[in-house]
């Protein structure tokens, strides 16, 4: 970290992760956008902090472990192993993980459970209504629908039951038109704008005091003076993203660094999780006196072959299964590339296969080769240029250019649109390769086949810079055959032309077609 960069400070975070599940693709997705992101900001000079971690407590999680014959701690420990080894196999370059077993974690949430009661937010009375372990949510008699099996369930179509127990509320009605305000003052908090008008209304037809113990169970964190209850699973949850910074320590660097007006701070969530986030998050934070993050972006889900994705119907895609299929990079790019950010994604065999082999093979594996050989094999890799042609200097200003856009795109959480613009270079980089045929050059006008090669290893480095977040490590491996040091993957140095005089590394296959 830098801390000579104030003001450019980047916060990311994902959900954290249920234990009572192993991770598939819809963790490593919202994972992998939050990395992608935190690269691109490291790249660009920023201080980043990106936190992802598990959800351990709760009813659903205590039924897990029960219905596993398992000791509660030893399932919960087991489980969040698996997700921490996500970090390794998916290449992330998370700065915490929080696990809301910890003390650090318990301490966060009593002492914000306190403000709310210091700030007289909470009061005693009894909860009535319907409750959905699977979602960890409370819903109303209104809110429900009938199922296939003309079952009344959750909206989400988790089954319900009836739950009557003392419990402790929270005044979320109070903050109506606080809320109304905040998203009127700051029409970016959530985004995309589709998922920013769903909260919007949902706000505006009324908040409802929220029922934030209890008492029915005892797996979660203690009400302070009150142990019959324990505090309600999403109220612990959402408190990961300060406990991780060091609140109650609010001197803390991190939250200084990260939960202050300093940071632009973004949370990534699902679709299917937005009002815990843009509403009951926001709220709280209010009610405590405590900064709100800057942004929430929910991203769509992923189908298998069209099918919803679930344990019953056997079709979970795990991230081991598909990265020793494919490779990881491979993944990485094509989760991005397949759909916009946002929107839901089909994952299929046959996509998959089209773009490793015709759009990271043929176009952009296909330009490396084919430059690095014919440097390699007529000019034993060492290349001497006068300068660069008008036309070529044109272009290079243009993947200035280029970068802005995409750093443009990235404030905006379009991913596609990044990867897309960057693309262009290697586009051009064929095209330009094709016209001007080097590997005739060599023959009648060597000084000028060096020139364009030269060109076109400075649009690799540029192509390869800023796609390094997408796939650090094919674009690492590419920067060594151009000899291009791994300290200097940045986006100064991606403006900075490489010498006229250059020596290349040895070439190899970086990008394999797929025969399936
Ligand atoms: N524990 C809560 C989050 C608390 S954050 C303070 C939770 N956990 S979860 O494990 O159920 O889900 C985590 C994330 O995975 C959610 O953002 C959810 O949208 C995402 N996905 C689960 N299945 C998915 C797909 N099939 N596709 C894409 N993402 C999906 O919710």
Redesign the pocket.
Known sequence: MNNNQENKNFYVT?????VN?NP????M??SLAADILSRFKKLDGYNTFFLTGT?EHGQKIEKSAKEKNKDIKEFVDTISENFKSLTPLLNLQNDDFIRTTEPRHKEAVQDLWQKLQDNDFIYLDKYQGWYAIRDEAYYTQEDLILNDNGQKVAPTGAEVEWKEEESYFFKLSHFQDKLLQHYNNNPNFIAPKGRFNEVYSFVKRGLKDLSISRSSFSWGIPVPRDNKHVIYV?LD??T??ISALGYPNIHNPNYQNFWTNNSESLHI?????II??CVYWPALLMAAGLPLPKKIFA?????NNGQK?SKSLGNVITPQKIISTYGLDSIRYFLFKEVNFGNDGNFSDEEIIKRINNELANEYGNLVQRTLSIINKNFLGQLQVTKYSAEQMNYLEKTNNILENCKNHINMQNILAYINEAWEIIKYGNAYIDKSAPWNLIKTNKEEAANILLFIVELLKRASILLNPVMPNATENILQQINFPKNKINFCEYKNLLPLTHNINQNSIVFNKFIG
């Not at 598939?24 to 963790?27: Q, V």
């Not at 969530?269 to 999780?273: A, E, F, N, P, Q």
């Not at 991203?299 to 189908?303: D, T």
Request: hydrophobic share 40%; no cysteine; aromatic share 26%.
């Open positions: 994902t959900p954290i992760y249920y599940d598939h693709i819809g963790h997705y919202t959800d999403w949850a959402l990961n993203y969530v699902g679709k299917d999780i815990f986030h991203h769509g889900w992923w189908l994705i």
